[in-house]
């Protein structure tokens, strides 16, 4: 992309602060962003967000540090975690969709459209152990997802928000003008 992901232009402002915005907007209490590559320009960025910063200086071995650092951060008491990449921006709406769609005896709820699960995904605050405990070897997120076959939930939605991920300049492009943000 020629920079990171998380400071593209997203709207007139980085597409981290519209994450974090949207996650607030939905009604999530607490943000809890994990920073690894060029972490110092990113969190430059964000001097001004309601949000935690949790530095990864092993970005590199893997994302499952990534999310072993975000799971230790959450409040053990935490009922549900939204796990989001910053490279799937959601509205506030369809975050709040999902949220409401999590049911407390669930092991995580994802998004469903056209036979594929999407992001981002609502973690039962119980998993918060088996989150701080994956590896890549494991599966990271997947794997602890793998270990509660059947309590798996599903959200359906109409369209295919749920697979927007940007991963090429392209897939950039694609997303702003979706978002109305291209000019």
Known sequence: ???????????????????????????????????????????????????????????QHGRAQSLRIGAKAVNRDADSIVIINVDQPRPASFIRGLIAAHKPDVAATQPFHGGHHGHPIVVAGSLRAELMEATDDAGGLIGVLKAHPGQLGEWAVDDDLCHLDLNTPGDYDEARKRFGLAS
Not at 4 to 16: H, T
Not at 36 to 48: E, L, P, V
Request: glycine share 8%; with cysteine; net charge positive.
């Open 1 to 59: 992309m020629g920079k990171p992901k998380a400071i593209l232009d997203w709207g007139g402002e980085p597409l981290i602060c519209y994450q974090v915005n949207q996650l607030h907007e939905a009604g999530v209490d607490e943000v809890i962003v994990v920073l690894g590559y060029k972490a110092d320009d990113i969190s430059r960025t964000m001097r001004k967000l309601n949000c935690r910063i949790m530095l990864n200086p092993r970005f």
